[in-house]
């Protein structure tokens, strides 16, 4: 998803962890180290990682820098996933398992063992993601480093688990996903926090 369209859903994080003097002068190298791999010509199903805001296909950031000013970073999370319809793989296993049975027969026996039947899916699978390419994915991110607050162009529970693990694989830093209170607090004086705190409970009837 993108923040570039007239409009999108998106989540909130906090940094947990104190960032180093010496981080953002790194940010570039860290983007960079663990940024996209392509897998059109590999067998894996899944791959992710960081690429340009602008061009998600610029994986160096040589033409659009990630830092926006002084107050921003941008960036983005790509996905690529491989799917094979399960239609698709029944048909063909079927048929490959049909060419085993005519075979194992000419050999004068009458079932395919568990283990050939779980080779033989290998095999297909592996066939099959030969001629599936992945199906690309753009998350955005819009990091305001002055308040340090990220923007993530996702509201979907895997992505955004997806995003707090790699953010720290990448950087070292721990995400707190911000909630309606946590934006409280970082939004209200300390008198708003005591009102919050004493909330009751009420209980909603339908009239």
């Not at 790509?78 to 239609?87: G, N």
């Not at 075979?103 to 568990?114: C, E, H, L, N």
């Not at 050939?116 to 030969?130: D, P, T």
Request: include cysteine; charged fraction near 30%; aromatic fraction near 14%.
């Amino acid at each position: 998803m993108s923040f570039l369209k007239p409009s999108t859903s998106f989540a909130r994080f906090r940094v947990a962890d104190d960032i180093p003097g010496t981080f953002w002068g790194e940010v570039t190298d860290k983007l960079r180290e663990f940024a996209f791999k392509d897998i059109d010509e590999l067998p894996e199903e899944r791959s992710w990682g960081w690429a340009c805001f602008e061009d998600m296909l610029d994986l160096v950031w040589d033409q659009f820098p990630p830092q926006k000013g002084g107050d921003y970073l941008t960036f983005s999370l790509r996905l690529e996933t491989r799917r094979i319809p399960p239609a698709v793989l029944k048909k063909h296993l079927g048929l490959a398992l049909k060419r085993e049975e005519l075979q194992i027969k000419q050999q004068g026996k009458s079932f395919v063992a568990r283990e050939r039947k779980k080779e033989i899916k290998e095999l297909v699978l592996m066939q099959l993601k030969k001629r599936f390419l992945p199906i690309p994915a753009e998350f955005q991110v819009v990091w305001n480093i002055t308040e340090n607050v990220l923007y993530f162009a996702s509201t979907r529970s895997q992505v955004l688990e997806l995003f707090e693990e790699y953010f720290l694989r990448s950087f070292g830093l721990h995400l707190d996903r911000l909630t309606p209170y946590g934006l409280a607090e970082i939004m209200l004086d300390e008198s708003g926090l005591d009102k919050i705190a004493n909330l009751e409970s009420a209980d909603f009837y339908r009239i």
